[in-house]
């Protein structure tokens, strides 16, 4: 069984745009069951990238915090899931695209 790329612009069979009340997107996650086992070197690597492209710009910022919670499902103290992590991107991109908090 392949895994297709999900455009998130795409069209529902019937032709209207899918929107977030059709169905969890959680889904869109792959591998949500997956384990992760404990990779102390991984952590260190994905959390000096994270310290590296953290700069001046709320993107800089938000592909850091990305990038460091990506790293906690490698560590064994990280309590995390690929399913948080992408809900929470998701959230986040959600607040950008509507203009901030504080709009």
């Not at 064994?76 to 991109?93: C, F, K, Q, W």
Request: proline share 4%; aromatic share 6%; glycine share 6%.
């Amino acid at each position: 069984m392949t895994e297709e790329a999900v455009d998130p612009d795409a069209q529902s069979e019937t032709g209207d745009e899918e929107t977030d009340e059709e169905e969890p997107d959680w889904q869109m996650a792959p591998n949500s069951e997956a384990e992760f086992s404990g990779d102390e070197e991984r952590v260190r690597v994905l959390r000096e990238i994270a310290e590296d492209v953290y700069g001046d710009s709320s993107e800089s910022r938000q592909l850091s915090a990305i990038l460091y919670r990506v790293s906690d499902l490698y560590d064994d103290a990280g309590d995390t899931s690929p399913e948080e992590i992408y809900l929470n991107v998701r959230h986040i991109m959600n607040i950008k695209e509507q203009g901030g908090l504080r709009r």
